[in-house]
């Protein structure tokens, strides 16, 4: 945990000590935190996920009961999405932006402290469910109402205060990043000189801002419905169970961009350095990660087609969502642009941007043909779904979260990861993860709905194939907390500029990063 | 018609393909690969749309994989490949967008026709209503006057491992929903209390059951046949065994099942007439135990601490015989015990009532008979 510690000429340096790590303002610290608390909830969202494919290796009830079932499958989602993702985004933005901007900080450094120390409270009490009478959550990680008010486990009020407080963290990490944006660039670095990484982050961040809320009042509308005799939700007392859906997804679907576009940053960084060539169309990416944002808010429903929407309403979103493939390709060209004609090399963080962009892409096309209407009456709630959401967010945001920590962790440790391990680990995951998720595609085509613990015999070998898979990808992460724990301990010395291609502020400062940087502004061009 | 069959000799080209790719080293590899082309119009214009789409996804994806792979096999730097400075280009960017734009536009010309077509639920011969309820279909016939559950029938042993799995393992029910063929037959989904999802994938569509909503949906099959079904909406721990068994009838086959229906109704009303023994009560109270309560009450009646209740040694089933049949006729708001009355005749009912109070170590000695259920209701 000493990422940040050494070499510490000028200045008062890292006090030490558990007090360090609790009183913390120092945006590295922070991203320190953030970072290791999302990969030991990735562990954990992990090891739900292998209870989920150990059942499902055989038809039959082998392993757990339907109801914990459930409740693996809703908790795998929660921690993945709200444990792990969103703080490693977090982290990475915390560890970056200030140093890509040329800042010294964050804007708001005690608020800083606050945004993370909220989530390992939030994080425990939502695991905690799982050791209540009636057990934890097993309505899905879209507790959908009525299965999450009426006919939901007693736990379900411990899960929505812990989602109000992650919101909080959510909301406060997002006004942060915005003033830290807005009010700490260094003299010269206009907003269209920013390094994208900043500029998706910047995006995000509104986004969080402006969803956070509708989350916390669906939540909000479960506890009262729960708790209080309302009826939001229930039928019998003149409410609306679809509502629900209408405020969730309201939510949910620019969720899904928060968790994107950040990676999106992070490839955008990558390809030019191991490319050594810049960016191509910086300013048309800019403008597809805005029009992304603005299209994310419009095309919720289409999680909705077969809950009975009048078809002038299907139309509507079946044509705005797919229009959100417009910008999308355009990123994806934009990439293959920068690699065209370049000079590459291929260290791991290029191995891992170059498998993001190959995989997003067939994450984004299964996105593609659920756009449309009628075939989604088909492909909807089925594994279909579930191979095209892990290719986006596994072999997306998380394999660009990887990609990032090969890439950064010479700046944040001082060290060179081992390149051997780091391309074993590479080879590994990317084999394996398409070992997990490729089958399902099959599955759901063939009509395996999501979230049974058992199904019929004729999906039984492709689920065996997918487990296995799974079993080999989740060891690989494993591995990879071996790697990291391992360069954080040594390795070879790393030079300031780290790779041959890298441009930016944060390669102009030696490595391990001083633990205060930039308390001059730099002067860009 | 050129169009359908290139499209069907590409479908089976990417089936091949993958075949040749998996080893074929079980058929059921190769049989779960692709959506199935159903049996009505509908599913063959959906299929058709999924193809379409896929083959477009498939070109697109190979023309930008193409060129990555030549460009990461080519420029680099091992291979002295000098960077060149390009990095931006306006016509190049304006191309791309359009591109994918037009491309998208010719998609949602037979999407949006395919829509409107499945959802045209107008004009319909017949109407059946569909509800779902923690963990089972009911189906009303609203033409005619036939009502009845449609359950799971597969034994716990084969889920539990203690015997081989049927070939029909979690696909089979006791009661399939019987239709006629060429009668375009308009479905009426809702639910008892959570949200359903109503789906034969053979039919093209599935449509989510929720309480409080009617939601409509359309189906007309040219044969007789057999076509199995699942929920597709996560409703609680039996969500994976609620299936769908539909039966296409030719009319006079699907006549004479609606008058079969209708006799089985009468024979009913005398087996409610009669007095039972306790035995008899409680053999077949057995079976409607099996069927109806032990989702949540369990086997052996201990019910899951904190979510379900116990029924052995439970204040309801070993106190007041009224209060016994009230809670199962009525059920119990706000939880997931239903109203049972609503959903079993006078017999089903005496005789779970009569097994509960004289099982798992309750050891009443009472019973009830189906006309004291008839004067309780």
Not at chain 1, 107 to 134: H, K, V
Not at chain 1, 236 to 241: K, S, V
Not at chain 2, 61 to 67: G, K, L, M, Q
Not at chain 2, 299 to 309: D, T, Y
Request: charged content about 15%; some cysteine.
């Amino acid at each position: 945990m000493s990422t940040a510690t050494t070499h510490d000429e000028h200045h008062h340096g890292a006090p030490s000590g558990l007090m360090r790590w609790i009183k913390t303002t120092n945006h590295k610290d922070i991203g320190t935190l953030y970072l290791w608390f999302a990969f030991i909830m990735l562990l954990i969202g992990g090891a739900m996920a292998m209870v989920i494919r150990a059942e499902l290796f055989q038809p039959g009830l082998q392993i757990v009961e339907p109801q914990f079932f459930n409740t693996m499958t809703t908790m795998h989602g929660l921690i993945m999405v709200f444990g792990a993702i969103m703080p490693a985004m977090v982290g990475l933005a915390n560890w970056q932006i200030p140093m890509m901007i040329g800042a010294p900080d964050m804007a708001l450094p005690r608020m800083n402290n606050w945004s993370f120390w909220i989530l390992p409270f939030a994080g425990t009490m939502l695991i905690s469910t799982l050791f209540m009478e009636g057990g934890g959550p097993a309505f899905g990680w879209t507790f959908y109402a009525p299965l999450s008010t009426t006919f939901a486990p007693k736990s379900t009020d411990f899960f929505i205060f812990a989602v109000h407080m992650l919101g909080f963290s959510s909301i406060m990490g997002s006004i942060n990043i915005i003033a830290t944006v807005l009010n700490m660039r260094a003299p010269g670095m206009t907003l269209m000189k920013m390094p994208l990484f900043v500029w998706t982050w910047f995006i995000t961040a509104f986004l969080l801002i402006a969803v956070m809320p509708v989350l916390a009042g669906a939540v909000t509308m479960m506890l009262t419905d729960r708790n209080f005799g309302t009826s939001f939700f229930s039928a019998a007392g003149g409410g609306d169970p679809v509502l629900f859906q209408h405020v969730f997804w309201f939510f949910g679907h620019p969720e899904v961009y928060i968790m994107i576009l950040p990676a999106f940053g992070v490839i955008s960084e990558i390809i030019p350095t191991f490319a050594r060539k810049k960016l191509f169309g910086y300013s048309s990416m800019v403008y597809a990660t805005a029009s992304i944002a603005f299209l994310s808010f419009i095309v919720y429903a289409h999680h909705m087609f077969t809950t009975g929407m009048p078809v002038a309403g299907e139309l509507y979103f079946m044509y705005a969502t797919v229009m959100i493939a417009v910008p999308t390709a355009v990123k994806v060209f934009n990439w293959t642009a920068t690699m065209w004609r370049g000079s590459m090399t291929f260290e791991t963080p290029m191995l891992w941007a170059i498998a993001f962009v190959f995989l997003f892409t067939i994450g984004g096309f299964t996105g593609l043909m659920m756009g449309v209407a009628p075939a989604d009456m088909q492909y909807h709630d089925t594994y279909f779904i579930v191979a095209h959401f892990h290719y986006v967010l596994v072999t997306g945001a998380l394999f660009a979260i990887i990609a990032a920590a090969y890439y950064w962790l010479p700046k944040w440790t001082g060290h060179m990861v081992d390149e051997k391990l780091g391309k074993i680990h590479f080879w590994w995951s990317v084999i394996s993860v398409n070992v997990l998720f490729f089958p399902q595609h099959f599955l759901g085509l063939a009509g395996m709905p999501r979230r049974i613990p058992d199904y019929s015999l004729q999906f039984a070998d492709w689920n065996m194939v997918s487990s296995i898979g799974g079993f080999a990808f989740g060891l690989a992460q494993v591995f990879f907390l071996y790697v990291v724990i391992r360069t954080i301990r040594g390795g070879e010395k790393a030079t300031g500029q780290v790779w041959e291609g890298a441009h930016g502020l944060e390669w102009t400062v030696p490595s391990p990063a001083p633990y205060h940087t930039f308390e001059t502004a730099p002067e860009v061009k | 018609m050129f169009a359908n069959t290139l499209r069907r000799t590409l479908g089976s080209l990417w089936g091949a393909a993958i075949l040749l790719v998996a080893g074929n080293a079980f058929a059921g590899f190769s049989d779960t690969l692709n959506l199935r082309q159903g049996a009505t119009d509908i599913s063959h214009k959906v299929y058709n749309l999924h193809m379409m789409v896929f083959w477009i996804c498939v070109v697109v994806c190979v023309s930008v994989f193409a060129v990555l792979i030549y460009s990461i096999m080519n420029h680099r730097k091992s291979k002295g490949a000098v960077p060149a400075s390009f990095h931006e280009s306006t016509t190049v960017e304006i191309i791309w967008t359009t591109i994918p734009f037009l491309v998208l536009v010719g998609m949602a010309v037979p999407a949006t026709t395919t829509l409107l077509a499945l959802e045209d639920t107008r004009d319909s011969d017949m109407s059946i209503q569909i509800t779902g309820y923690q963990w089972k279909w009911k189906y009303d016939y609203l033409d005619e006057d036939i009502s009845f559950f449609s359950v799971l029938t597969t034994p716990s042993e084969q889920i539990e491992g203690a015997a081989e799995k049927g070939e029909h393992y979690l696909l089979e029910v006791d009661n399939p929903i019987v239709v006629p063929i060429k009668k375009k037959i308009r479905f009426l989904i809702t639910s008892n209390d959570v949200i359903h999802s109503w789906w034969v994938p053979d039919l093209g569509w599935k449509q989510d059951a929720i309480p409080g909503f009617i939601n409509d949906a359309w189906t007309e099959l040219d044969k007789p046949g057999l076509y199995r079904g699942k929920c597709a909406e996560l409703c609680g721990k039996g969500h994976g065994f609620m299936p769908i068994v539909l039966i296409a009838k030719t009319e006079e086959d699907y006549a004479a099942w609606v008058a079969e229906q209708k006799g089985a109704k009468a024979a009913e009303a005398e087996a409610a007439g009669k007095t039972w023994t306790k035995d008899e009560l409680i053999a077949k109270g057995e079976q409607v135990y099996k069927t109806n309560c032990v989702a949540c009450h369990q086997a052996n009646g201990q019910g899951i601490p904190g979510v379900f209740p116990a029924l052995a040694g439970s204040a309801i089933a070993t106190g007041d015989i009224a209060g016994h049949m009230n809670i199962v006729l009525h059920g119990k708001p706000g939880t997931a015990m239903q109203a049972f009355g609503a959903q079993l005749n006078d017999v089903d009912l005496a005789a779970v009532i009569t097994f509960e109070r004289n099982s798992f170590g309750n050891n009443k000695g009472d019973m009830v008979q189906p006309s004291e259920i008839a004067a309780a209701r």
